[in-house]
């Protein structure tokens, strides 16, 4: 792979901080791993400083972890297309930019990295070519993907051994809750990160660590389910740093955390509530039991992205606890309150087995290959 390939990725911030998230782990990479020169434009700079603190919003130009970010705003500037062109979930990059590529020679390799789904359908379209209708272009479909035959999931080199190093040291552990301001874990403490979309099941499943045996530590970034805190803990300061508490469970609310540390925060727990697509895919690497709230598609496109995924995460395991994730994973989508509660119990009964199988998931994943490494390899080959 030759390091003197520039990249251009295009980033539009849609709402929340998945599509940020993304290419920023995939501009990071590529810019570590390959030594490639990365540019990154994304047109909400206020949103990657969440995940990101190093960005300075109204910059037109900064760098950070090798990677040039710049600000993607009109009038886009005249600027020499990269060799390949990302854009991320059908952005579509500008137009000047896009006649750009058409002029110049060699062409540019233009990828458009899609959304991850288990869906079967996805191995059939990974790596499909649709040809510009007017230019001398050709777009290239690249889906990530939990199988063979699609791109695989991003994962930085050295993610298994972090991991497993962090989750076997008590010290980088004491160290890692020191620095977030959060006293090390009690024995017996159940720790939970919850990242979740505002619905009804999240205060069922509150009700339910509250009545439990086991005491229950929440860990929670600002902003996520702040309705449902505040009418549950009758609270009105739900900011960075509050801590609420009822019966044997305690919520904390912390800051955002760069995506590094996130990391490390899902490690460190023993289960983690995550939803959308790159905190999902981190749950996954972080080899913990986890619940995954899908990001919710207008007329129910994301139901069956959800259940084939339950049905690839289940194999392998036995019937009974298969059918206390896919019952708890459903009741927490479908925002059932009821069965929230009770379905929690049923999950949690498993919670060795589901450990377990965690870490063989994580294990089964990494033998996909990852998918900055798919991607350069892809565009490569393009381009001889
Ligand atoms: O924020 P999201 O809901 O993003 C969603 C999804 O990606 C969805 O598929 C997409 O269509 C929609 O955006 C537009 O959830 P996601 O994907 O988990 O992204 C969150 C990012 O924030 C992820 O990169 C992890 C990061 N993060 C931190 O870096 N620090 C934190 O403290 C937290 C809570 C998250």
């Not at 509150?206 to 860990?219: H, I, M």
């Not at 902003?223 to 805190?229: H, K, M, N, Q």
Request: proline share 6%; glycine share 6%.
């Amino acid at each position: 792979m030759s390091s003197m390939r520039t990249w251009d990725i295009f980033c539009t911030v849609v709402d929340n901080y998945g599509d940020i998230g993304v290419c920023w782990r995939l501009a990071r990479q590529l810019a570590a791993e390959h030594g490639l020169t990365v540019r990154l434009w994304v047109d909400d700079l206020a949103s990657f400083a969440k995940i990101c603190p190093d960005i300075v919003t109204g910059r037109d130009s900064q760098h950070s972890h090798g990677v040039e970010v710049r600000w993607w705003r009109e009038p886009f500037p005249a600027v020499s297309p990269a060799d390949i062109v990302v854009e991320a979930f059908a952005c579509n990059p500008p137009a000047s930019y896009v006649a750009a590529m058409a002029a110049r020679q060699p062409k540019p390799v233009w990828i458009n990295l899609e959304f991850l789904s288990a869906e079967n359908w996805v191995k059939g379209c990974h790596a499909f070519s649709s040809p510009h209708p007017v230019l001398p272009l050709v777009k290239y479909f690249f889906f990530p993907g939990f199988v063979a035959g699609t791109g695989g999931l991003l994962a930085d080199r050295g993610l298994a051994q972090a991991r497993d190093r962090f989750q076997r040291s008590a010290a980088e552990q004491a160290s890692f809750w020191e620095a977030l301001g959060v006293p090390a874990p009690r024995a017996g403490e159940l720790q939970v990160s919850l990242f979740c979309y505002p619905h009804v099941g999240v205060a069922a499943l509150l009700r339910g660590w509250a009545a439990g045996r086991t005491p229950v530590r929440c860990l929670a970034p600002e902003g996520t389910a702040t309705e449902a805190l505040s009418a549950f803990f009758a609270a009105k300061h739900i900011a960075p740093g509050a801590i609420l508490r009822k019966a044997d469970l305690e919520v904390r609310i912390f800051a955002f955390l760069d995506q590094d540390r996130y990391d490390r925060l899902l490690w460190a727990c023993d289960l983690n509530l995550v939803r959308g697509e790159d905190s999902f895919v981190r749950g996954q690497w972080a080899a913990r039991p986890l619940l995954w709230q899908i990001y919710p598609q207008e007329e129910g496109a994301h139901w069956p992205k959800l259940e084939t995924f339950l049905g690839l995460y289940c194999q392998g395991l036995p019937a009974e606890t298969a059918a206390a994730v896919t019952r708890f994973w459903l009741a927490w989508n479908k925002g059932d309150a009821m069965e929230v509660e009770s379905a929690w119990f049923g999950f949690w009964e498993h919670r060795v087995e589901l450990q377990a199988h965690a870490l063989r998931w994580a294990e089964h994943l990494a033998n996909t290959g990852n998918l900055a490494n798919n991607l350069a390899q892809f565009c490569e080959n393009l381009l001889k």
